[in-house]
């Protein structure tokens, strides 16, 4: 008889789980959504209708593909670089379970005591330390658990163990909050019902495509 499941097991088994439109995608990895349709049909992803959903794994797929681009790195190179990875490591998401880093040239990945380059077949690094360039990203246990989807100096965060992986602050999803701004509750109101600091808030809320300082001024002169 098979051991129930533990809490473990379910946030991991929703790894896979289709949960994010190609335009929250998008939006989060600060690229084009035709950038991330392209990147569908060009990599092993199984989504690739312009409009099919991500899963969380896809997704920090695609946010590791925006920041070696934001690097420098060619998209013709991070793809090569994906297939040699999958392939050395035997994982269907590569970009989602090795921690990598990059130059802007050349992504690399530590096995054992060398440095491979993906995008070179594997051919070792042999510069001391590549360029860290994907720090938004926190590994745990071989997975890629937290991305700092706004930046390493925001508390806006996407993990897959919390709120079934939407982007939140210390728990609560950023929609949340910009739902109850924009039902006219003040940051203040907020902060005391929810326990969170203003800075919090406002980072969820500029997150969300809201500038908290203009948006009040406009409240208060109507």
Do not use: C
């Not at 896979?16 to 995608?25: C, F, H, L, R, S």
């Not at 700092?148 to 950023?174: C, E």
């Amino acid at each position: 008889m098979n051991a129930p499941a533990g809490p473990d097991d379910f946030w991991r088994a929703r790894l896979d789980t289709p949960n994010y439109d190609v335009g929250e995608a998008a939006r989060y990895a600060h690229i084009h959504a035709s950038t991330v349709a392209r990147w569908q049909r060009s990599s092993t992803i199984r989504a690739r209708e312009k409009r099919a959903r991500l899963s969380y794994l896809q997704l920090i797929e695609l946010a590791v593909v925006a920041a070696a681009q934001k690097a420098g790195m060619k998209l013709a190179d991070i793809r090569t670089a994906r297939a040699y990875f999958a392939g050395a490591f035997g994982t269907d998401h590569p970009f989602a379970t090795i921690r990598l880093s990059t130059d802007g040239v050349d992504m690399a990945a530590k096995a054992g005591a060398d440095l491979l380059i993906g995008n070179k077949n594997g051919q070792l690094a042999w510069k001391s330390v590549i360029g860290e360039r994907f720090k938004e990203f926190e590994y745990e246990d071989g997975l890629a658990t937290r991305w700092h989807v706004a930046g390493t100096g925001s508390p806006v965060l996407i993990d897959p163990r919390v709120r079934f992986g939407a982007p939140h602050v210390a728990g609560i999803p950023t929609w949340l909050l910009k739902e109850r701004w924009e039902a006219g509750e003040p940051i203040e109101e907020i902060e005391d019902d929810l326990s969170l600091e203003s800075r919090s808030i406002e980072a969820a809320l500029r997150f969300e495509g809201i500038d908290p300082t203009r948006a009040r001024k406009t409240a208060w002169a109507t």
